[in-house]
């Protein structure tokens, strides 16, 4: 890093998604509003060039979360062309690496409970913080539907 500058916050990001509604809604669920629905857009070349690709088509929405200018952006995308290939499809699913939800200790128990009222599938309560951590967190482990990378 230069000591000119410095990263402060992450603004974008892009989650792939195998089945493009259901990831919507989680994301929905979660807080996440909808800034631009791009499912239907045919997407120009340039935006194969902006992921380094020599084609690139896919059903997309712009979400955000977040009150600040800067909110942060996450870019849902179900890949058409080419079609997104799963590197986990053959692993048996308690074998997959989880997505996870982390919260401050204050706000870990309410939305793990709306959450898991509304269907969303958690791998155990939350844990509490560790006493000889100073800096941990309670957390806890969703799994996030159809979503199976980020970058």
Not at 51 to 73: C, D, N, S, W, Y
């Given at each position: 890093m230069s000591s000119d500058w410095?990263?402060?916050?992450?603004?974008?990001?892009?989650?792939?998604?195998?089945?493009?509604?259901?990831?919507?809604a989680f994301y929905q669920l979660l807080g996440f509003k909808?800034?631009?629905d791009n499912r239907d857009v045919v997407w120009p070349p340039f935006v194969a060039a902006n992921?380094?690709?020599?084609?690139?088509?896919?059903?997309?929405?712009?979400?955000?979360?977040?009150?600040?200018?800067?909110?942060?952006?996450l870019d849902l995308i179900e890949w058409l062309d080419p079609k997104l290939v799963d590197p986990q499809a053959h692993v048996p699913q308690t074998s997959e690496?989880?997505?996870?939800?982390?919260?401050?200790?204050?706000?870990?128990a309410p939305?793990?409970?709306d959450l898991r009222a509304k269907g969303v599938v958690f791998h155990g309560a939350p844990n509490?913080?560790?006493p000889q951590k100073p800096e941990s967190r309670r957390?806890?482990?969703a799994e996030i539907p159809t979503g199976t990378s980020s970058s």
């Open positions: 410095e990263v402060r916050a992450i603004f974008h990001f892009t989650v792939n998604a195998s089945d493009f509604e259901r990831s919507l909808l800034l631009r992921f380094g690709m020599k084609r690139a088509q896919g059903r997309g929405a712009l979400l955000a979360i977040g009150p600040e200018e800067h909110h942060t952006r690496c989880p997505a996870s939800l982390r919260c401050v200790p204050e706000m870990c939305p793990y409970l509490p913080p560790d957390w806890c482990a």
